[in-house]
Structures are given as C-alpha cells and as structure tokens.
C-alpha cells in the first residue's frame, strides 16, 4: 500500500513539473517586445487588501497590447494557463491575482496612449489603460477628465472595470460612464476597437465587466476645462435624517444649481485620533469644538463634504455669495463648520498626504479589509440605525464614506450593477485601515464583521450591492448579477470562452482546452 501511495506521488509531482515546464517553454517561446519575469512574481503575488497571496508563474510588462495579445493566445494554448491584470496592485481580494498564470503589469503600458481628441466640438483625452488617473491629471493641462476616484494612484483600466465613483458621479456619473470608446484584448488575444456603435457588446460588458472579457488597453475619456480653485467645506450634523435630507437636496436640486462634489462620512462622537472629531477639521489651524455638538447627539456624527469650483477672475464676493446661498438652505450645526480654498489640482491629490502619512507609519502595507457597497434610499436609514449606529459606533480605523448618487446618471447598458429600486441610492465605503504589523485575528474579526453586515442586509431585505464585490461561489454571483447574469454569461462565452482572464474573481473555473 505505500509502495502505491510513493508511486501516485512520483506520478503527481512528475505531471506537475512537465506541465510547468510545458507553461515556461510555452512563455518562452513568446517573442514579446517587452519582458517576463519569472524571478521577482512575489510583487503581483500580494495586492493593498492584503488578505490573499497567490503567487503566479510569470509576471508580463508588456510594451503594448501586441504584447498583452500574444500572453493571452500562449494562455489558450497551455492546457490551464490563466492571465490577471495587474494596474497599480490597488485591488482588496486577489481580484488582480492569477495563481500559477500570467499576471500582466499594465503600469509598463502607461505612457503608450496619450492624445487630446476634439470630436463634435467635445474634447477626449485618448489614454493608457495602464495609466494612473493622476497622471492623466497631470497631462490633460488646461482640461480634465470630469468624473473621478478620490484616490488618484489608480489604473484607468482598473477602475472602468469597477465603476470609478467619487464626489463629481451625482453630476456626470461614475467613471464608466465617461467613456466613449476602448481598445481592447479579448479573451482569445484579440484586439478589439470598441464603442456604444461598434462592437457594443464588448464595450459595454467591460465597463464594470471586472476584467472577466477583456484587458482594457486604451480608454477615449471625456473632458472639460478645468477650475483653477476649489473652496472646500465640511459641515457636521448630529442627526443622519438631516444629514440624508440635505445631501440628496444638493445632488437632486432641479435646476442644477449645487456644489460641483458632494460627499459625506460618519465619524465617532469622542476624541479618538483616529475615528473621531479631529478627522473632520480640513487645515491643522482648525479645531473642532465638542460644546456645539447638539446634545442630542449619540454614539456617531455625520460630516457633509462639499466642493465649490471658481476661476482666479472670479470676485471671492461672487463665490461666497453661492456657497452661502447653498450653505443656508442646510441643517447643519452652525458652529460646526471647516472652509479651505485650494487649487483644483490639489484639491483632486487631496488623499496624496493621507497615503504619505499611511506609508509612513506602516498602516499602507498592512491588511485592507475593506467593504463597499451601494444601498437604495429606502433602506439607508435602517443601515444607519444596524450598522453605524451600532455595529460600527466605535469607527473601522479608517473612514466611513457614505453619499447619494443619481441612478439617471448610470448606464443601465454596462455590467456594473446598483441596487433596484428608486432615483437616488448611497454608497458606503467601509475603509478600514489595520495597525501595523497586527495579529491575523484582528483582520480575521474585521473580516467577519464585513461579512456579517453583509448577511444582515440581506437577512432584512435591503435592496443592495456589492461595489468591488468579491464572492467564492458563482451561485453567489448569479445573486449578484441577477437579470443581468444570462447576458454577463454570453459575453463570457463569447469573449473569454475558455475563461483564461481575471481568475482572482473566481466567476468561471478555466476550461482545460486539453481534456
């Protein structure tokens, strides 16, 4: 009996090492004009969630789609080679990771597509799916793109493959609907131009398609002039009835007059450094007053974030005059209120020092076990009163986003997916940030907390989704999709039928061309 267990053991492990020398001959016959590393892969083997690690087989950085194209054809030809793509390794479950594949760094491809394109009397920047959002900044002088992330150190492909939402998506919508066109590498190594008219199926699935049909390469944006300043405020309310009330009135107003971003958060009522009052003031000279918080209030409080855009011609009378027009019509505790003014390009890179400041103390390289989720009007006040009024009334140890957005402003057309109901919905962003060097059960706790807001929502039957989602199982999936699961599946079949790209989302099991 041993002398057969030996045996199967010998068998297995020689199978294993002829089908991993089949893998490299197979990379290595790739004539690439850029290069494969099979030495340094730990890089793509981890990602800012922290919570997974698979290593791959080789990592590609391409030098342009040609090259994404020809790894993703050795892939259909290895017997069950997958391929990952990898943008700035911001995902948070292994979203980006391909276990014993192909990881492609699109960040090699930033600098390939960089072109100002007027069309109709409308201005696009032609760009890199591999380019980071600040660098588009940075190019576009003069214009911009006019929907973003608050975090700017992201792929443009990583985050047309989500959604992409910020403060501005109440007014242009998310990322992904700011888009006019893609290049694209399918599942089969093709690469497809793409646009609401030309190869519309494509298109679509892979905005919000969570890289599942195609790697983008190239993305058409839209632009604007850009402002010179922003004058920025928070402004804090006790109770979240009046906090709801007066962000939905600015996202929604009728006559479009409002602020040009409009977000919102919840933050602990005491003086943790973390948590509480001392993250809502916006300049160190500012101090927040605990004595004019309502006594009314409890456990949490929440801070309306808002943005106004001017020119450096404007009369500051003239900007003062609008934001206090909006201002007045607010609820807000009136001696509760912070105002900066900073450049527009500053005010974008506003998350630049908090990344420098979690960099320095070594929270961002610890574990990110982070929850997003998108939950209908209808059911937010429930969520405030189960989750941050109690689950949640000590903080996550990071911020705790939630906002309104305006379905009318999402394309029923592409993959992402909103709750059902109702005109306006909120997103709310759990980003929780570990201490360093933190025990496993610590984000094993967090990790289960996340999972148990998760099951409480649809215990009570809150009209929800999953943003950045993550499931194991693609009966969970099919939850996910819902009405859209037939159409997300056909363009699977059609564009990835052997299901080789973005393997970390674990949708479809890769189909073994060998057997």
Same mark, same amino acid.
């Given at each position: 009996? *041993?002398?057969?267990? %030996?045996?199967?053991?010998?068998?297995?492990?020689?199978?294993?090492?002829?089908?991993?020398?089949?893998?490299?001959?197979?990379?290595?016959?790739?004539?690439?004009?850029?290069? %494969?590393?099979?030495?340094?892969?730990?890089?793509?083997?981890?990602?800012?969630?922290?919570?997974?690690?698979?290593?791959? /087989?080789?990592?590609?950085?391409?030098?342009?789609?040609?090259?994404?194209? *020809?790894?993703?054809?050795?892939?259909? +030809?290895?017997?069950?080679?997958?391929?990952? !793509?990898?943008?700035?390794?911001?995902?948070?479950?292994?979203?980006?990771?391909?276990?014993?594949?192909?990881?492609?760094?699109?960040?090699?491809?930033?600098?390939?597509?960089?072109?100002?394109? =007027?069309?109709?009397?409308?201005?696009? !920047?032609?760009?890199?799916?591999?380019?980071?959002?600040?660098?588009?900044?940075? +190019?576009?002088?003069?214009?911009? #793109?006019?929907?973003?992330?608050?975090?700017?150190? &992201?792929?443009?492909?990583?985050?047309?493959?989500? !959604?992409?939402?910020?403060?501005?998506?109440?007014? $242009?919508?998310?990322?992904?609907?700011?888009?006019?066109?893609?290049?694209?590498?399918?599942?089969?190594?093709?690469?497809?131009?793409?646009?609401?008219?030309?190869?519309?199926? &494509?298109?679509?699935?892979?905005?919000?398609?969570?890289?599942?049909?195609?790697?983008?390469?190239?993305?058409?944006?839209?632009?604007?002039?850009? #402002?010179?300043?922003?004058?920025?405020?928070?402004?804090?309310?006790?109770?979240?009835?009046?906090?709801?009330?007066?962000?939905?009135?600015?996202?929604? +107003?009728?006559?479009?007059?409002?602020?040009?971003?409009?977000?919102?958060?919840?933050?602990?009522?005491?003086?943790?450094?973390?948590?509480?009052?001392?993250?809502?003031?916006?300049?160190?000279?500012? +101090?927040?007053?605990? =004595?004019?918080?309502?006594? =009314?209030?409890?456990?949490?409080?929440?801070? /309306?974030?808002?943005? @106004?855009? $001017?020119?450096?011609?404007?009369?500051?009378?003239?900007?003062?005059?609008?934001?206090?027009? @909006?201002?007045?019509?607010?609820?807000?505790?009136?001696? /509760?209120?912070?105002?900066?003014?900073?450049?527009?390009?500053?005010?974008?890179?506003?998350?630049?020092?908090?990344?420098?400041?979690?960099?320095?103390?070594?929270?961002?390289?610890?574990?990110? #076990?982070?929850?997003?989720?998108?939950?209908?009007?209808?059911?937010?006040?429930?969520?405030?009163?189960?989750?941050?009024?109690?689950? /949640?009334?000590?903080?996550?140890?990071?911020?705790?986003?939630?906002?309104?957005?305006?379905?009318?402003?999402?394309?029923?057309?592409?993959?992402? *997916?909103?709750?059902?109901?109702?005109?306006?919905?909120?997103?709310?962003?759990?980003?929780?940030?570990?201490?360093?060097?933190?025990?496993?059960?610590?984000?094993?706790?967090?990790?289960?907390?996340?999972?148990?807001?998760?099951? @409480?929502?649809?215990?009570?039957?809150?009209?929800?989704?999953?943003?950045?989602?993550?499931?194991?199982?693609?009966?969970?999936?099919?939850?996910?999709?819902?009405?859209?699961?037939?159409?997300?599946?056909?363009?699977?079949?059609?564009?990835?039928?052997?299901?080789?790209?973005?393997?970390?989302?674990?949708?479809?099991?890769?189909?073994?061309?060998?057997?």
């Amino acid at each position: 009996m *041993m002398i057969a267990y %030996i045996e199967r053991f010998i068998h297995e492990n020689d199978t294993e090492s002829r089908q991993g020398d089949d893998l490299s001959n197979i990379c290595q016959s790739l004539d690439l004009q850029g290069t %494969i590393d099979y030495v340094a892969t730990g890089i793509a083997a981890k990602d800012f969630g922290g919570l997974y690690s698979f290593n791959p /087989l080789a990592i590609i950085r391409p030098a342009g789609a040609d090259d994404i194209a *020809m790894a993703v054809k050795a892939a259909c +030809r290895s017997p069950n080679l997958t391929v990952a !793509a990898r943008g700035n390794g911001h995902s948070i479950n292994g979203q980006a990771m391909a276990e014993g594949g192909l990881v492609i760094d699109m960040r090699a491809t930033g600098e390939n597509h960089f072109k100002i394109v =007027t069309m109709n009397g409308e201005m696009f !920047a032609d760009v890199s799916g591999g380019a980071l959002w600040e660098d588009v900044l940075k +190019r576009c002088v003069n214009l911009a #793109p006019r929907s973003w992330t608050d975090y700017l150190g &992201l792929t443009v492909g990583g985050t047309l493959s989500n !959604a992409g939402v910020s403060g501005q998506a109440f007014r $242009y919508g998310p990322q992904s609907s700011n888009v006019t066109e893609l290049d694209v590498v399918t599942g089969k190594g093709d690469i497809l131009t793409c646009s609401e008219t030309e190869n519309s199926e &494509l298109f679509f699935g892979a905005l919000g398609g969570l890289g599942q049909f195609g790697i983008i390469t190239r993305a058409r944006v839209k632009l604007q002039s850009t #402002p010179d300043m922003v004058r920025w405020i928070r402004v804090v309310y006790s109770e979240f009835e009046d906090f709801t009330h007066d962000a939905e009135w600015l996202v929604n +107003r009728p006559d479009g007059v409002s602020f040009d971003y409009v977000e919102g958060f919840v933050f602990v009522n005491s003086d943790d450094p973390v948590n509480g009052w001392c993250t809502v003031p916006l300049d160190p000279s500012q +101090r927040f007053d605990q =004595t004019a918080i309502p006594p =009314t209030a409890g456990y949490v409080l929440y801070c /309306l974030e808002v943005a @106004l855009h $001017y020119q450096n011609s404007d009369h500051r009378s003239a900007v003062d005059m609008v934001v206090n027009s @909006l201002l007045g019509r607010l609820r807000f505790a009136k001696d /509760l209120k912070f105002q900066v003014d900073v450049a527009y390009v500053e005010f974008l890179l506003r998350l630049k020092r908090v990344e420098e400041h979690a960099r320095a103390n070594g929270t961002w390289d610890s574990p990110h #076990p982070w929850l997003n989720m998108f939950i209908s009007k209808r059911d937010i006040a429930d969520f405030d009163r189960m989750v941050f009024k109690k689950l /949640l009334k000590e903080g996550v140890g990071g911020p705790m986003l939630v906002y309104p957005l305006l379905r009318s402003k999402w394309d029923d057309r592409t993959s992402v *997916m909103i709750p059902a109901e109702g005109e306006i919905f909120y997103i709310v962003a759990l980003l929780r940030f570990t201490p360093p060097y933190s025990k496993d059960p610590c984000v094993e706790k967090l990790v289960s907390q996340n999972q148990e807001i998760v099951q @409480l929502c649809m215990k009570e039957g809150f009209d929800f989704k999953l943003y950045l989602p993550h499931y194991k199982s693609q009966e969970d999936w099919k939850r996910h999709f819902g009405n859209k699961w037939l159409r997300f599946d056909k363009n699977k079949a059609n564009f990835d039928p052997m299901a080789i790209l973005a393997p970390g989302q674990k949708i479809f099991k890769r189909i073994n061309s060998h057997s």
